[in-house]
């Protein structure tokens, strides 16, 4: 009891550890009279993130107290790139766990690397056998012997290869500490590397890579991106693992769950400590195939924490989709389903609509005429742009710094839905109208300026139907559009009137149809042309910057 007391005592401390500054949680942990054992109790992809946070040059002495699995962990996530191996990054993972530890470090590259060591040694080092009659004058500057027999040098290019990193102190290094431990390994594993067929080695080591991590809860890339199945509600089987989880769960990944939510809500409500460590074990392992699936590289919490923000956007709207039909509590859903097929129904919500979206693209007017998707200016490009993305995204237009965001509830669904619902009924408004083919061709087109310039040309009598306007139509075109009085200018009710005059008698439909179906797109055409140049004189009018109109710039 008093062991179990003490290990959870740890385990409580640890979480504490997790949750400081960087470099608090080093000073705290180094200062722990069981230092070792803290480290050792920290998840493997947390002490990844702890090391990166910290600084990897600096965190030497936590990787000194790691595991051989946290080895074996950021050796893997760090030294490959894709299917490759990146020189650069093993060089300085080796480096450091050198410096680390110089014997243990030997010994768990030659025992535990074997492949990638010699892949290593094979890119970065030159190897010379060499006999009594050899003439050594051109191994080089740099050459180095430990028997007299095997040459090793740097090879020119290595430090190219590797960031341009000082290789020989460490290769140097290395090979002497090799050959003490076991001289007869040393050479065996030189002459090896140099005969080395380098592709069959290192797809070899990739598949062990590949093998060691789906263990930890990273299944390979083929593998990951199956979290992106469309799946109904009603068609996710009741299932839920009666085996405790084989790792306990990454804490930073579990302690970025945000307070409240459909997911975290329900997770507060299961009233069962084995099933919340199941629950959590099998969110981080959710996170886990997300980072696969998106090949995102977690290298802080800050990285970390738009996959947890998105798992939980996901299968919260799984939760609720499926208690919608099922008339089942938000707890009991989660206690009798996998959080994957959860996830997988939250996402078929957009993928619906991606397909809703592209099914449409494919038959639709602007499409049939060779029109980009930029036609439909930059409001509506973005949001069918997001949804018609491999993975469909929420148009943010950089409120949040990114032009691009995650769905985080059926709320922003319905609301980019809505959206595309505007953008179809518009498309089928403009295929009921004549349009001349020379003016699809008009640069910078776009539904705004096709439509106006169209009833600008009615307006104004003007007598070509294919040639844009010039400035002094457009000058003309505004007197008619505002009303009469002080600045800024709003769109007369006659002017309104007179554009959906013109629409009903272009496309034969009566005004209450075309209100229906565009009504509130045009109101906001008019309130964006009130905003835009209600405040401008007409004479300071520039064909160069009214983007509303089809205008002659060449003038």
Request: with cysteine.
């Amino acid at each position: 009891m008093k062991e179990l007391a003490t290990a959870n005592g740890l385990a409580r401390y640890r979480d504490q550890v997790l949750a400081l500054d960087p470099e608090k949680a080093q000073d705290a942990i180094l200062d722990h009279p069981q230092a070792a054992d803290l480290v050792r109790l920290i998840p493997e992809q947390d002490f990844l993130v702890l090391v990166h946070e910290i600084g990897p040059e600096d965190a030497v002495p936590l990787l000194n107290l790691a595991s051989p699995e946290q080895w074996e962990y950021l050796v893997d996530m760090e030294a490959w790139r894709g299917g490759l191996v990146s020189l650069a990054e093993t060089s300085r993972w080796l480096e450091l766990l050198f410096s680390a530890d110089p014997a243990r470090a030997v010994l768990w590259f030659v025992s535990e690397q074997t492949q990638l060591l010699e892949l290593w040694l094979f890119n970065v080092v030159s190897i010379h056998l060499a006999d009594e009659h050899d003439d050594l004058s051109g191994l080089g500057e740099g050459a180095f012997t430990l028997d007299g027999t095997l040459y090793a040098r740097v090879r020119d290019e290595a430090e190219s290869m590797t960031r341009h990193r000082d290789l020989l102190p460490l290769v140097r290094g290395f090979l002497d500490e090799m050959a003490a431990q076991d001289f007869l390994k040393y050479q065996s594993c030189l002459l090896e590397s140099a005969g080395l067929i380098a592709a069959e080695t290192q797809e070899e080591a990739f598949r062990l890579r590949n093998v060691r991590l789906a263990e930890k809860g990273f299944p390979p890339f083929e593998e990951a991106v199956g979290i992106y199945e469309y799946s109904k509600p009603g068609n996710i089987p009741r299932s839920r693992s009666k085996n405790p989880p084989a790792s306990e769960a990454s804490r930073m990944a579990t302690g970025l769950i945000p307070e409240a939510g459909p997911f975290s809500d329900a997770l507060a409500l299961v009233d069962s400590g084995a099933q919340t460590l199941r629950l959590q074990a099998e969110f981080a392992a959710l996170c886990n195939r997300l980072i696969v699936a998106d090949r995102v590289a977690v290298h802080s919490r800050q990285d970390l924490a738009p996959v947890v923000e998105k798992a939980c956007g996901y299968v919260g709207m799984g939760l609720l989709e499926t208690a919608a039909l099922t008339g089942e509590s938000p707890q009991a859903i989660l206690q009798g389903h996998l959080l994957t097929d959860l996830f997988r129904v939250g996402y078929g919500l957009v993928l619906k609509l991606k397909f809703d979206a592209a099914n449409w693209r494919a038959k639709a007017w602007f499409t049939q005429k060779g029109l980009p998707l930029s036609f439909w200016g930059e409001q509506w490009l973005g949001v069918l742009g997001g949804i018609l993305l491999q993975k469909p995204k929420r148009y943010d237009a950089y409120k949040n710094g990114k032009l691009y965001g995650e769905f985080a509830n059926k709320q922003e669904i319905i609301k980019a839905q809505e959206t595309l619902a505007r953008i179809m009924a518009f498309d089928a408004f403009l295929s009921l109208l004549s349009i001349p083919q020379t003016w699809l061709s008009l640069p910078s087109l776009s539904y705004k300026n096709l439509v106006l310039t169209l009833w600008a040309r009615e307006l104004l009598k003007a007598p070509s139907q294919t040639a844009p306007l010039e400035i002094q139509q457009a000058q003309k075109f505004f007197r008619l559009l505002w009303e009469k009085g002080n600045k800024p200018r709003r769109v007369s009710l006659e002017a309104k009137k007179a554009f959906l005059d013109f629409l009903a008698s272009a496309s034969g439909q009566d005004h209450a149809r075309i209100l229906q179906s565009i009504g509130q797109s045009l109101e906001e055409l008019f309130l964006e042309l009130e905003a835009e140049y209600g405040g401008i004189s007409l004479k300071n009018l520039d064909a160069r910057y009214l983007p509303h109109l089809c205008l002659n710039t060449n003038g």
